[in-house]
């Protein structure tokens, strides 16, 4: 539920409104107005919303995030009018079965609060005339993404065009487990500007050691959706898509529609294989690797290629108590050469994984191209 209203926020109402029988956990976050924003006094602000807009946009926004976060329920209250220092200007509440879920929730909630709705906020100085907060340079967003990704900007093969291309992709990534966590972090670090992550499972205890998107706050939550609030709280930048479901057959092609390119980062035979059929009917480029123990294997298939697959995959033994055995950093290595063959091709650069099988092999330090073999 969403709120937009003119009258002090009454923080018992709200929790009523939120109560449920089979909540166990609520999460609340508090807006307060200040008296000051960087080093200037601050009297009084003032909130200004398109209020139709503004209410539409937040029951979506709420909506959406209780689809990311089963079993949760989410209120957001959000004052217009002159507010004076101390009072309330926002109220988040979460519930859900269980605490993870709900300071998630509330989390990825604040976050989207800020970056979607159409509020505006005049501060009311002490030592000077009032200003639309969003309307200053300190704030403006161009600004902000200029600085974030300076380094990426200075590279050479980069630069602003490279850097505005980026900004223009959309990228799929399948699976959020270690490679994916890890390919995630380098797209989103190097700018691509919209990331979608497909991933029906949740965060379990044994994917912390190598699934560094996860903490221990977020074990029973959807790795998407959790990935997803993760990434939102480092770059604020990118937009995020998450899906808490299968990539089967019945969705694979409206999945991978309006994707530059599609990062497979699945860990069982028969997704990996979908992935390249689909994508070479829809004509999206696929960046694919596998890992088993001390050892990976990466892939590029470009539209057209005829290759009939990869040229070598581990030889995976049977399945061992706890899951298939895997040396953490090979994961965050394959992971992370996969966002970089996605970029290059998102840039216009030579992709050598295109051309034969990469087997990184970590025990013994080496890289060794195999060519494919063509059908």
């Known amino acids: ?16 409104l939120l109560q449920r029988a089979d909540a ?15 080093g200037r006094g601050v009297q009084r602000l003032e909130f200004e919303a398109f209020d139709d807009m503004v209410r539409l946009e937040g029951e979506r926004m709420v909506e959406e995030i209780e689809q990311r976060f089963r ?61 639309w907060v969003d309307c200053t340079q300190e704030q403006n967003p161009t600004g902000r993404c200029d600085d974030y990704f300076s380094r990426v900007k200075n590279l050479h093969e980069v630069g602003p065009s490279g850097l ?25 670090g190097s700018g691509v ?38 990434l939102r709280l480092r770059n604020p930048h990118v937009q995020l898509a998450a899906h808490t479901r299968e990539f089967v057959a019945q969705n694979a092609a409206a999945l991978i529609a309006g994707h530059a390119v599609v990062l497979d980062c699945t860990d069982n035979l028969a997704t990996r294989a979908l992935a390249l059929e689909s994508c070479r009917t829809a004509g999206v480029p696929l960046v694919q690797a596998t890992v088993f123990g001390f050892e990976g294997t990466l892939d590029t298939f470009l539209p057209g290629a005829v290759e009939t697959g990869p040229a070598y995959w581990p030889a995976a033994g049977p399945r061992e108590a706890g899951g298939l055995p895997v040396f953490t950093p090979a994961v965050a290595m394959l992971g992370h050469l996969q966002a970089g063959e996605a970029i290059k091709l998102l840039l216009g650069l030579p992709v050598p994984s295109a051309a034969a099988t990469l087997l990184v092999d970590l025990l013994q330090l080496s890289l060794t191209r195999i060519a494919r073999v063509s059908s």
Not at 92 to 114: D, N, V, Y
């Open 71 to 131: 079993g949760v329920c989410v209120l957001c209250v959000h004052r217009v009018g002159t507010l004076e220092i101390g009072e309330m200007a926002v109220w988040i509440g979460a519930t859900s079965a269980h605490r993870p879920t709900a300071f998630a929730a509330c989390r990825e909630t604040i976050e989207e609060l800020k970056r979607r709705l159409p509020i505006w906020k005049k501060e009311h100085f002490a030592d000077g005339p009032a200003e």
């Open 1 to 16: 539920m969403f709120l937009l209203q003119a009258a002090p926020i009454d923080v018992a109402v709200c929790r009523r």
């Open 24 to 38: 166990g956990a609520c999460a609340i976050f508090e807006g307060w107005v200040r008296d000051h924003h960087h």
């Open 164 to 188: 505005t291309r980026l900004a223009a992709a959309r990228v799929l990534v399948l699976g959020a487990g270690g490679l994916g966590s890890a390919a995630l972090e380098g797209l989103a």
């Open 193 to 230: 500007g919209a990331l979608t992550v497909v991933d029906a499972s949740l965060v379990e205890r044994s994917n912390l050691p190598r699934q560094t998107l996860y903490t221990e706050g977020d074990i029973g939550l959807p790795k998407a959706a959790a990935a997803a609030a993760r």
